[in-house]
């Protein structure tokens, strides 16, 4: 191999890793923008805004209604926190985008609610310019002691 091929060669092999790098780092504004909505929804969450939480969902999703009458009920009765354990994005087509989210859902001492932790697949849309949450299949829950 000539020096010169030896060059092209390190300045690709080097690009290819910093290109890695980058992607590892989360430097995709799409996964950021995704993240961030699941964060929004977590603090509407806590703090028992469900105004706050279904900002966060698609008004068009089939899960729409069923979610905030869920949330309405388990805000009154209810006094959880969730918290973000992971964020993994994983891809997007022309419409919607994936994402795997890990969380934690606890509750004060001496409530009934079993803690845990939930590991799901989050499919996000796109609404009037704004990416929601359009729903979510739990692929996993575990009890914490």
């Known amino acids: 191999m000539s020096r010169k091929s030896l060059v092209f ?3 690709f092999a080097l690009a290819a890793t910093l290109a890695v790098g ?3 780092a989360g430097a995709d504004p ?5 993240e961030g909505v699941v964060k929004q929804q977590i603090e509407a969450f806590n703090a028992k805004n469900l105004t706050g939480a279904m900002a966060t969902i ?3 999703s089939p899960e729409y209604k069923s979610t905030e009458d869920e949330l ?3 805000f009154k009765t209810e006094n959880l926190t969730a918290t973000l354990v992971s964020f993994q994005y994983v891809g997007h087509d022309d419409e919607f985008a994936v994402a795997r989210v890990k969380m934690k859902i606890t509750a004060p001492s001496g409530e009934k609610f079993v803690d845990n932790s939930i590991d799901t697949m989050m ?3 796109q609404q009037n310019g704004a990416w929601r949450i359009w729903g979510d ?3 996993g829950a575990q009890t914490l002691e």
């Open 123 to 125: 499919l996000f849309h």
């Open 137 to 139: 299949y739990l692929i």
């Open 30 to 34: 799409l996964a950021e923008t995704l």
């Open 72 to 74: 309405a009920t388990e």
């Open 9 to 11: 060669a390190l300045f």
């Open 58 to 60: 698609n008004t068009q």
């Open 22 to 24: 980058r992607a590892r």
